[in-house]
C-alpha cells in the first residue's frame, strides 16, 4: 500500500481538526478527498507530507513509518503540487522545475548537467518546452500548475498531493490538468488530490475519501461512495446524481 | 528580474570590471604614485616573503604596500561580506528588503566597539568585542523570534527591531559617559563608518571569518533558493528548512560582524547591492550570491575611491553609502514595477 493511515488524530492548540482517521489509498489510483471548508483537508495533505510532524496515530508510506523518514527520504516517495502564491522572488520555469531535483542531491551539491536534461525532458513531456525561460510569475495559472507538476515529477516520488488542483482554471484548463493527472496513474503514480467539485470526483477519480467534522464520512470506490445523501451530508444542499446513457454519472443541483 | 541567458558572462564581465578598478584605485590618492617607480614592488615582495630578506621600500611603495593595499582591500572584503549577508538574509527571511540590520547585527557590533572604545581596550579587543556582541545580538533576536505568535519571519524582524533599539540605547548611554575629549569623537566617527586607519593586521584578523562565511554561503547557495518559496515547500522538496535558515544566519553574522569590526556601521551596502544584483542576474543564488560578492567589492571600492578623493578632507564611507542607499531605498519602495 502506498499510504497507510492508521488512527490519525491532529489537534491544533484550542481545536481539534482531524480525529481518529483511519484509511489506505491504493497504488497507482487517484483519491479525491472531499469535505466543506476548513475540514482538514490540508491539514491531512500537511500531515502525509512530514510538515505537521506532532500528531497522533501512525502515517506509514510504502510500509515505513514517515516518522522514522527526514525530509530528503520522504522526498522521495511524496511531492507536493501546492496552490500557486506570488512571491517577490523571480525564477524562470528551468529554475523552478530544478528545484524539484535538490533531494537527491548531496548537501553542498548544486544540480548539474544530468538534472537540466531530465528537467527539460519532463517539461517536453507536458508540452511545455517552450515556457523554460520564462519568469515563472508571469505564466498563467494553466500553465504554473502544470510547472507545479514538472517540479514534482523530477523529484521523483511516485505519491503525489495536490491542494485543490484546479482552484482558479479556466474550464478547459481544468479538464486538461484533471486529464494530466489521471495519465499520471497509468505510469505508476498515485494521487490525492482535495476538489470542492462533485463532479470533478465523479469523472475523474477512483475512489473518494469524504470528510466531515474531522472524521471520515465515507470512503470507497467512487461509484459507491459518491452519493447525494453524502453530498447532502457534506455541504447541506440537495442535489441528484444521474446516470447518463454511456455510464458516465453528473451531479446535478436541485435547489438554490 | 530573471536569470539572462549566460549569466556566467555577467559574471566574468563584473569580475573584469573589478579588477581593472583594483588596478586603478591603487594609483588613486593624494600622494602621486608613477606606474614606474613601483615595478618593482611585486619581485620584492616574493623575494621577503620566500627568502626572510627585510623589505626595503622606497616612498612610493611605501604608500602602495602599507596604506592603500590594506584600505583596498579592507573595501573589497567590506564590500563583499556584507552585501553576501545582506542577499543570504533576503532569501532566508522571504523578504528582498531584509538586511544585516535586520538581525540587529549591526547594532550589536556598534554597542560592542563603544564598549570596548569606553574601556580602552586595545584594536583587537575592538574588534573582538563588535564580534562578540553582534553574534549575541542574533542569538537573542533568534530566541526570541522563535518564541513569538503567528509568523515566524515577521517575529525575528520584530525581534531585531526590538534588541536593535535596546542596544542603541545601550550605545547611547556609552556615548553619554565616555570622555568627550577622546573617547566620545572616537565612537562617533566609529559609528559614522570609515575605512580610513584601516591595518593590514586587522584586515588580516577578521579574513578567516570572512572566508569561512563566503565559503559556507557560496556552497549552500543552491539550497537558499528553496528558502525563498516558504518551508513548508522548501521541507516537501526535501530539506530541512530550519536547519539550513540556522546555518545561513550564522554564515552572514560572521560576515556582517567581521565587517563591522574592521569598518564601523556603513549601512545599505546590504541592502541595495543584492537588490541591484537580482535585478541584473536574477533571484537564482547560484548567481546572485557571487554577483553580490562581486558588485558589493566593486561599490565599495568605488566608494571609497570617492571618499578619499572627492574633498581636501576625507568623508567618511558610510555617509556616502548613505547618500547612495537612502534614495535608491525610496526608488524601490515607490517604484511602479512594485515587485516586492
Redesign the interface.
Same mark, same amino acid.
Given at each position: 500500500m502506498s499510504i497507510k493511515v492508521e488512527n490519525l488524530s491532529y489537534s491544533y492548540p484550542d481545536l481539534a481538526v482531524l480525529k481518529d482517521l483511519s484509511f489506505t489509498a491504493p497504488e497507482e489510483k487517484m483519491l479525491a478527498v472531499l469535505g466543506p471548508n476548513g475540514v482538514g483537508k490540508s491539514t491531512l495533505f500537511?500531515c502525509l507530507?512530514?510538515?505537521r510532524p506532532n500528531y497522533q496515530g501512525k502515517i506509514s508510506l510504502y510500509d515505513q513509518d514517515i516518522k522514522k523518514l527526514?525530509?530528503?527520504e520522504? $522526498?522521495?516517495h511524496? +511531492?507536493?503540487i501546492?496552490q500557486i502564491?506570488r512571491?517577490? =522572488?523571480?525564477?524562470?520555469v528551468k529554475?523552478t522545475v530544478l528545484?524539484?531535483t535538490? $533531494? +537527491?542531491?548531496g =548537501?553542498? +551539491? /548544486?544540480?548539474g548537467l544530468e538534472q537540466e536534461r531530465r528537467v527539460e525532458e519532463v517539461l517536453t513531456g507536458l508540452g511545455l518546452n517552450h515556457l523554460i525561460?520564462?519568469?515563472f510569475q508571469t505564466l498563467s495559472g494553466g500553465e504554473s500548475k502544470l510547472v507545479m507538476l514538472a517540479?514534482a515529477l523530477v /523529484?521523483g516520488a511516485k505519491i503525489l498531493i495536490m491542494d485543490e488542483p484546479t482552484a482558479a482554471l479556466d474550464y478547459g484548463n481544468a479538464l486538461r490538468v484533471m486529464a494530466i493527472l489521471q495519465d499520471l496513474t497509468k505510469r505508476g503514480y498515485t494521487l490525492l488530490y482535495s476538489t470542492h467539485d462533485p463532479n470533478q470526483a465523479l469523472n475523474f477519480s477512483d475512489s473518494v475519501l469524504a470528510l466531515y467534522d474531522g472524521e471520515i464520512s465515507a470512503y470507497g470506490s467512487t461509484e459507491k461512495v459518491m452519493t447525494s445523501e453524502l453530498l447532502h451530508r457534506l455541504y447541506q444542499v440537495k442535489v441528484r446524481i444521474d446516470q447518463l446513457e454511456d455510464g458516465n454519472r453528473i451531479c446535478i443541483p436541485l435547489e438554490i | 528580474m530573471i536569470t539572462p541567458r549566460k549569466p556566467k558572462l555577467v559574471l566574468l564581465g563584473f569580475s573584469l570590471l573589478l579588477l581593472l578598478l583594483i588596478f586603478f584605485s591603487f594609483f588613486l590618492g593624494r600622494y602621486p604614485i608613477e606606474l614606474e617607480q613601483v615595478a618593482d614592488l611585486p619581485n620584492k615582495l616574493i623575494a621577503s616573503w620566500f627568502n626572510q630578506v627585510n623589505l626595503n621600500l622606497t616612498p612610493d611603495e611605501t604608500v602602495l604596500y602599507n596604506i592603500r593595499f590594506p584600505r583596498i582591500l579592507a573595501a573589497l572584503v567590506v564590500g563583499a561580506s556584507l552585501s553576501a549577508a545582506g542577499a543570504a538574509y533576503q532569501g532566508v527571511f522571504q523578504n528582498p528588503m531584509a538586511s544585516p540590520d535586520v538581525l540587529g547585527a549591526s547594532a550589536g557590533a556598534a554597542f560592542g566597539a563603544a564598549l570596548a572604545i569606553l574601556w580602552r581596550f586595545s584594536n583587537q579587543g575592538i574588534l573582538l568585542s563588535a564580534f562578540f556582541f553582534s553574534l549575541l545580538t542574533v542569538f537573542l533576536v533568534w530566541t526570541i523570534g522563535q518564541r513569538t505568535k503567528g509568523s515566524r519571519v515577521l517575529g525575528l524582524i520584530l525581534a531585531g527591531i526590538m534588541i536593535s533599539s535596546l542596544f542603541s540605547a545601550g550605545t547611547s548611554f556609552i556615548k553619554l559617559v565616555a570622555d568627550p575629549l577622546d573617547q566620545l569623537p572616537a565612537i562617533t566617527y566609529w559609528l559614522i563608518g570609515s575605512l580610513s586607519g584601516v591595518k593590514r593586521s586587522q584586515v588580516l584578523f577578521v579574513l578567516p571569518f570572512m572566508v569561512l562565511g563566503a565559503i559556507i554561503l557560496i556552497a549552500l547557495r543552491w539550497r537558499l533558493n528553496l528558502l525563498t518559496l516558504g518551508d513548508e515547500q522548501a521541507q516537501s522538496l526535501g530539506l530541512n528548512p530550519q536547519r539550513l535558515r540556522l546555518i545561513a544566519i550564522i554564515s552572514s553574522t560572521l560576515l556582517t560582524a567581521s565587517s563591522i569590526a574592521i569598518s564601523g556601521m556603513i549601512g545599505w551596502v546590504g541592502l541595495v547591492i543584492p537588490h541591484l544584483s537580482r535585478r541584473i542576474i536574477g533571484s537564482d543564488y547560484r548567481y546572485l550570491m557571487p554577483l553580490s560578492m562581486i558588485f558589493g567589492g566593486t561599490f565599495l571600492l568605488a566608494v571609497d575611491n570617492i571618499s578619499r578623493n572627492l574633498l581636501s578632507i576625507e568623508i567618511p564611507i558610510g555617509i556616502l553609502t548613505a547618500f547612495v542607499g537612502a534614495p535608491f531605498f525610496i526608488f524601490l519602495i515607490t517604484a511602479k514595477e512594485g515587485n516586492l
Amino acid at each position: 500500500m502506498s499510504i497507510k493511515v492508521e488512527n490519525l488524530s491532529y489537534s491544533y492548540p484550542d481545536l481539534a481538526v482531524l480525529k481518529d482517521l483511519s484509511f489506505t489509498a491504493p497504488e497507482e489510483k487517484m483519491l479525491a478527498v472531499l469535505g466543506p471548508n476548513g475540514v482538514g483537508k490540508s491539514t491531512l495533505f500537511k500531515c502525509l507530507l512530514g510538515l505537521r510532524p506532532n500528531y497522533q496515530g501512525k502515517i506509514s508510506l510504502y510500509d515505513q513509518d514517515i516518522k522514522k523518514l527526514n525530509p530528503k527520504e520522504l $522526498a522521495r516517495h511524496i +511531492a507536493y503540487i501546492p496552490q500557486i502564491e506570488r512571491s517577490s =522572488f523571480h525564477y524562470t520555469v528551468k529554475e523552478t522545475v530544478l528545484m524539484g531535483t535538490t $533531494a +537527491a542531491l548531496g =548537501f553542498f +551539491a /548544486q544540480p548539474g548537467l544530468e538534472q537540466e536534461r531530465r528537467v527539460e525532458e519532463v517539461l517536453t513531456g507536458l508540452g511545455l518546452n517552450h515556457l523554460i525561460y520564462r519568469d515563472f510569475q508571469t505564466l498563467s495559472g494553466g500553465e504554473s500548475k502544470l510547472v507545479m507538476l514538472a517540479r514534482a515529477l523530477v /523529484q521523483g516520488a511516485k505519491i503525489l498531493i495536490m491542494d485543490e488542483p484546479t482552484a482558479a482554471l479556466d474550464y478547459g484548463n481544468a479538464l486538461r490538468v484533471m486529464a494530466i493527472l489521471q495519465d499520471l496513474t497509468k505510469r505508476g503514480y498515485t494521487l490525492l488530490y482535495s476538489t470542492h467539485d462533485p463532479n470533478q470526483a465523479l469523472n475523474f477519480s477512483d475512489s473518494v475519501l469524504a470528510l466531515y467534522d474531522g472524521e471520515i464520512s465515507a470512503y470507497g470506490s467512487t461509484e459507491k461512495v459518491m452519493t447525494s445523501e453524502l453530498l447532502h451530508r457534506l455541504y447541506q444542499v440537495k442535489v441528484r446524481i444521474d446516470q447518463l446513457e454511456d455510464g458516465n454519472r453528473i451531479c446535478i443541483p436541485l435547489e438554490i | 528580474m530573471i536569470t539572462p541567458r549566460k549569466p556566467k558572462l555577467v559574471l566574468l564581465g563584473f569580475s573584469l570590471l573589478l579588477l581593472l578598478l583594483i588596478f586603478f584605485s591603487f594609483f588613486l590618492g593624494r600622494y602621486p604614485i608613477e606606474l614606474e617607480q613601483v615595478a618593482d614592488l611585486p619581485n620584492k615582495l616574493i623575494a621577503s616573503w620566500f627568502n626572510q630578506v627585510n623589505l626595503n621600500l622606497t616612498p612610493d611603495e611605501t604608500v602602495l604596500y602599507n596604506i592603500r593595499f590594506p584600505r583596498i582591500l579592507a573595501a573589497l572584503v567590506v564590500g563583499a561580506s556584507l552585501s553576501a549577508a545582506g542577499a543570504a538574509y533576503q532569501g532566508v527571511f522571504q523578504n528582498p528588503m531584509a538586511s544585516p540590520d535586520v538581525l540587529g547585527a549591526s547594532a550589536g557590533a556598534a554597542f560592542g566597539a563603544a564598549l570596548a572604545i569606553l574601556w580602552r581596550f586595545s584594536n583587537q579587543g575592538i574588534l573582538l568585542s563588535a564580534f562578540f556582541f553582534s553574534l549575541l545580538t542574533v542569538f537573542l533576536v533568534w530566541t526570541i523570534g522563535q518564541r513569538t505568535k503567528g509568523s515566524r519571519v515577521l517575529g525575528l524582524i520584530l525581534a531585531g527591531i526590538m534588541i536593535s533599539s535596546l542596544f542603541s540605547a545601550g550605545t547611547s548611554f556609552i556615548k553619554l559617559v565616555a570622555d568627550p575629549l577622546d573617547q566620545l569623537p572616537a565612537i562617533t566617527y566609529w559609528l559614522i563608518g570609515s575605512l580610513s586607519g584601516v591595518k593590514r593586521s586587522q584586515v588580516l584578523f577578521v579574513l578567516p571569518f570572512m572566508v569561512l562565511g563566503a565559503i559556507i554561503l557560496i556552497a549552500l547557495r543552491w539550497r537558499l533558493n528553496l528558502l525563498t518559496l516558504g518551508d513548508e515547500q522548501a521541507q516537501s522538496l526535501g530539506l530541512n528548512p530550519q536547519r539550513l535558515r540556522l546555518i545561513a544566519i550564522i554564515s552572514s553574522t560572521l560576515l556582517t560582524a567581521s565587517s563591522i569590526a574592521i569598518s564601523g556601521m556603513i549601512g545599505w551596502v546590504g541592502l541595495v547591492i543584492p537588490h541591484l544584483s537580482r535585478r541584473i542576474i536574477g533571484s537564482d543564488y547560484r548567481y546572485l550570491m557571487p554577483l553580490s560578492m562581486i558588485f558589493g567589492g566593486t561599490f565599495l571600492l568605488a566608494v571609497d575611491n570617492i571618499s578619499r578623493n572627492l574633498l581636501s578632507i576625507e568623508i567618511p564611507i558610510g555617509i556616502l553609502t548613505a547618500f547612495v542607499g537612502a534614495p535608491f531605498f525610496i526608488f524601490l519602495i515607490t517604484a511602479k514595477e512594485g515587485n516586492l
